[in-house]
């Protein structure tokens, strides 16, 4: 399932200008820094998660490019993209991918699309979730005024505490939950173990996968990526399940506030890898850098297959768990 067949041409460059580094990623370069709408993609493929639209939204979605990459913003239906990996290779392991973009875009390309053919080309079966958004102003004026207001104010303790984001993420964690249930009902069908559903996120996707794994038992994840997000101190339950970290020690955003996350995690007994990285910034997804940041998806599937998620399944099933 090639990206080129479903989606606009890949891109090499990512992500918003450095005022809008809350919402989603450091531009790789000091160009092309203006914004241009671009025509909403066919997205053939994507499947309606049933969860409805987002209720009293007005405006419709859009999408945008900046810095060479692909942005989608007023997502009020959400939907799941499988990219299925070819049947010679399948192990049986599936992983949802959550884009970031501060819960106002979603970083579409860099922090998804890519994400996933990279993971279907190892034989994982993976899901892009476009999740619903806070609504923004339909033009992009509008939209970047309404950014640089939110960086004005102080930040929301529900943006770095994902406990609080349980209570503020109603709809984004019902789409993670209907993701995992569309999954599990068509695990047959994409020859996927269902005890083998893992979850990785960016940045903002990041703590909707966190707060996805904290908020109840019908998504529960065999495994979760947490990719440049906060790493706030929490409750880990005990059957919390194991943990890939990946941070910048140059993170605008989140690298000043201590290592609570991963602290929590040891303290509950439960397996954690943390990648804290010495440069890379806030948002290098799979562009490449010059950066050791670049590695984190080779480390993130090491430590993948170390727990033999890229193993056939019929031969690890539930050794991770």
């Known amino acids: 399932m090639p990206l080129k067949s479903r989606f606009l041409p890949a891109f090499s460059g990512v992500a918003l200008a450095t005022a809008l580094l809350w919402m989603v990623a450091t531009p790789a370069r000091a160009q092309d820094d203006a914004m241009t709408p671009i025509a909403v993609p066919a997205q053939r493929d994507a499947i309606e998660l049933g969860t409805g639209p987002l209720p009293d939204a007005k405006n419709p979605e859009a999408w945008h490019r900046q810095y060479g990459s692909t942005f989608a913003r007023n997502v009020t239906v959400a939907t799941l993209t499988p990219f299925l990996p070819d049947p010679a290779k399948a192990n049986g392991t599936a992983v949802i991918v959550a884009p970031g973009g501060g819960f106002r875009s979603l970083s579409m390309e860099n922090e998804g699309w890519q994400v996933a053919q990279a993971l279907a080309d190892r034989g994982v079966a993976a899901f892009v979730l476009k999740y619903r958004l806070n609504q923004t102003p339909p033009d992009l004026d509008g939209f970047g005024k309404s950014i640089r207001e939110m960086l004005s104010g102080p930040v929301p303790k529900h943006r770095i505490d994902p406990m609080s984001s349980i209570a503020t993420l109603g709809p984004q964690i019902a789409d993670a939950r209907a993701a995992f249930a569309l999954v599990r009902s068509r695990a047959d069908e994409w020859n996927i173990d269902p005890d083998r559903i893992g979850m990785v996120g960016f940045s903002a996707g990041a703590m909707l996968t ?19 997000g906060p790493l706030a101190p929490l409750d880990v339950p005990a059957d919390a399940p194991p943990l890939f970290v990946a941070l910048a020690a140059d993170d605008g955003l989140f690298a000043g506030s201590g290592f609570g996350l991963i602290e929590s995690w040891r ?48 031969t690890t099933a539930g050794t991770s768990r």
């Open 210 to 228: 966190i707060a996805t794994t904290l908020a109840g038992e019908d998504a529960k994840p065999a495994f979760i990526g947490d990719i440049y």
């Open 267 to 314: 303290a509950a007994g439960r397996p954690v890898e943390f990648h804290f990285y010495e440069q890379g910034g806030h948002g290098f997804g799979m562009y490449p850098k010059t950066t050791t940041s670049t590695e984190w998806f080779h480390n993130f599937t090491a430590w993948m297959k170390m727990h033999g998620w890229l193993e056939p399944a019929k």
